[in-house]
């Protein structure tokens, strides 16, 4: 597919170039991305029309894209793409497609015009309104350098035979693999690992959250759901509707490079791969420094440390042996020099090679810049390495009282590290510094709402509400909210605003079904509180937490509306994916009790009751009483 628009961004020449002789190999520095990592989503900021906005750089994209609600916040006009045309995530979920033009996006720092995006699919989270795919980071080689906070476009001149992992000081250990020849057509980096000993083809994709490896390839090695030592981990997603369980399971060893795990745990799903078995994800990227030669087709990467997927601090590689020189051994490899950058080595890794591990290179940001070190603990923070998070986030703050997002930044790592009051004190800093700043009120408003403090934390959500726009995604958190600050009606009206406008989102069920329960608590509009239950059922997968979720609103739905066989039956189907949910066992109980079914009834609610003790003044407040 063309566009008239394509990004022609290979005028960019942002950063350095280092020269040598005509025989040496030399790098520029095309373009560099500074990089926050939120959660474990690479985030790079640039702007659209003047206004900042913030992209997931995404390297399993074929092509950027900006999600339906955030191209009517922003204004965009779009038009339709050519009949047939749409996307298809990772759960082989569809999502149609549209096109916008956008007049002025500015890329670091360099104004673009006349730029086509795709529009559709999911919401990506985070503040992002979309993904910057490989329409831009196939231009070049390409550097992640996620640990650092920083993406880099490299250009190489005369480097077919050289290690381009520059980095590296010499001597010490690092990896090279095969990848294959990409095109615009197909710009997909992908290579070979192993997986139990048996070969897998891996798709590295900054995008995917996490990694994660097909049922079919897990298939193939004897692991299954079902299998000893696999548990549920959560239901997935990508650009489609659709979401898919997820599951975490034993393997003996994964191999990938010169490295190995043993006796590690991997993420399994369902996973619709047309080209790989595995996505080698964000966390991977967090974990190691990996340089995409596009121009050589092959990848090098180094450990930087922390766990390589992000599942327990022990899923750590060790290094094969012979690994640190086996990169000019392996097959394809023409550099017999390759194993330190010495005489063979890019001029710009002559001059980095000795960079001590942490720091950033000469030709970045200096270790004494805020914007650096705050990176790097927001990227340790990611990694859950939250001491270090904290210690690169305090000196931030050091360097640059002023700035409210490294107090926030802080404040988030100070409640992940369950310390609520410094992490209350750095949101309230960087709320006078800063009293607009949306991301601060909703953690301010959630840190009082889990602190019982319903009053403040509902001055927090007003304050958030009349700052974000109406298709913002933070609707969909400040419906969850109002409903935990018991404002059910306020509820109603955010998911209201969010289901409008993200009706391609995968989380749109989990929408419904909040508007369900919000309203079946309310006790109004149980019609329509019926209609949503039903809609969100249709997209739930049978014998699901989230179908047990659905369905106990539906039977408080039905409780109310008086057709109590269909409640009980609703219950019942709840009850057996979650025995112990206190909800369901005494909506059951009442239901129970107005059919005359007495010591069914009174059995579910005393269950219920051993459960919570407050189970009953809860639906008494509501109004339904045995």
């Known amino acids: 597919m063309r566009y008239r628009g394509g990004l022609m961004i290979v005028a960019l020449c942002l950063g350095s170039s280092a ?41 399993g994209a074929f092509y950027s894209i900006i999600s339906p609600a955030s191209a009517a916040e922003l204004g965009l006009n779009t038009y339709p793409a050519p009949f047939g045309f749409y996307i298809v995530g990772m759960g082989g979920g569809r999502a149609e497609v549209s096109i916008a033009k956008v007049k002025t996006f500015t890329l670091a720092g360099v104004p673009l015009h006349d730029i086509d995006f795709l529009v559709g699919g999911s919401q990506i989270g985070g503040g992002s309104v979309g993904v910057l795919g490989q329409n831009v980071l196939h231009i070049a080689d390409v550097e992640y350098d996620l640990g650092q906070g920083a993406v880099r476009l490299m250009r190489p001149k005369d480097c077919a035979k050289t290690m381009l992992a520059y980095w590296v000081a010499a001597g010490a250990q690092y990896s090279e693999m095969r990848i294959a020849p990409s095109t615009p057509q197909n710009p997909y980096t992908t290579g070979s690992a192993y997986v139990n000993g048996s070969e897998i083809r891996v798709l590295f994709d900054t995008g995917a959250g996490v990694s994660t490896l097909s049922l079919r390839a897990a298939a193939r090695v004897g692991i299954k759901p079902d299998s000893a030592g696999v548990v549920f981990a959560g239901p997935t997603w990508g650009f489609g509707k659709n979401t ?28 619709d791969l047309p080209n790989a078995d595995m996505l080698i994800g964000p966390d991977f990227f967090l974990s190691h420094r990996v340089y995409v030669a596009n121009s050589q087709h092959k990848l090098y990467f180094s450990y930087n440390g922390g766990p390589v997927f992000n599942l327990a601090t022990t899923n750590r590689p060790k290094v094969i ?23 063979g080595a890019p001029a710009d ?3 980095n090679a000795s960079a001590s591990p942490g720091e950033p290179e000469k030709g970045g940001a200096s270790p004494g810049d805020a914007g650096d070190y705050a990176r790097r603990g927001e990227a340790f923070a990611s ?17 640059a009282p002023d700035n409210p997002e490294y107090f926030y930044q802080r ?9 609520p009051n410094p992490a209350m004190a750095d949101f309230d800093q960087a709320l006078k510094l800063k009293p607009d700043q949306l991301p601060a009120l909703m953690a301010r408003a959630e840190l009082l709402l889990q602190d019982g403090n319903r009053v403040l934390a509902r001055t927090d959500l007003d304050a958030a509400d009349s700052l974000a726009a109406k298709q913002s995604d933070e609707r969909y958190r400040l419906a969850h909210d109002y409903a935990r600050a018991d404002l059910l009606e306020r509820s109603v009206a955010e998911f209201d605003l969010w289901i409008d406008s993200h009706a391609e989102d995968a989380r749109w069920p989990t929408a419904l079904n909040g508007r369900c329960w919000a309203r079946a608590l309310l006790g109004t509009d149980l019609a329509l509180a ?24 539906r039977g408080l739905v039905l409780l109310r509306m008086g057709d109590y066989d269909k409640s009980i039956a609703d219950y019942d189907a709840s009850l057996e994916i979650k025995p112990k949910n206190a909800w369901s066992l005494y909506g059951r109980g009442v239901a129970e009790l107005r059919k005359q079914k007495t010591s069914q009834g009174q059995a579910d609610i005393a269950q219920a009751t051993a459960f919570w003790p407050q189970i009953a003044d809860e639906f008494e407040r509501r109004g339904i009483a045995p």
């Open 321 to 343: 042996d012979g690994s640190s020189d086996a990169a000019s051994a392996s097959p394809g490899s023409t550099d017999a020099s390759a194993a330190a950058p010495s005489a």
């Open 383 to 399: 990694r859950r390495e939250f001491d270090q998070a904290l210690s690169a986030l305090t000196r931030a703050c050091e360097l």
């Open 411 to 419: 404040g988030v790592v100070y409640w992940s590290l369950r310390q």
């Open 244 to 271: 898919i369980p997820s599951y975490i399971a034993p393997f003996a060893s994964f191999k990938i490079g010169g490295e190995e795990i043993r006796n590690t745990r991997l993420r399994i799903a369902d996973i």
């Open 19 to 59: 020269v040598a002789s005509e025989s040496q190999c030399t790098l520029a520095r095309l373009a560099e991305f500074p990089i926050t990592m939120e959660n474990l989503g690479p985030l790079m900021r640039a702007k659209i029309n003047d206004v900042d906005v913030r992209f997931l750089v995404d390297s």
């Open 349 to 351: 890794a002559q001059a």
């Open 530 to 553: 019926l209609k949503d239950c039903n809609a969100a059922l249709k997209r739930a997968a049978k014998s699901s937490p989230f179908y047990a979720q659905v369905a106990d609103s």
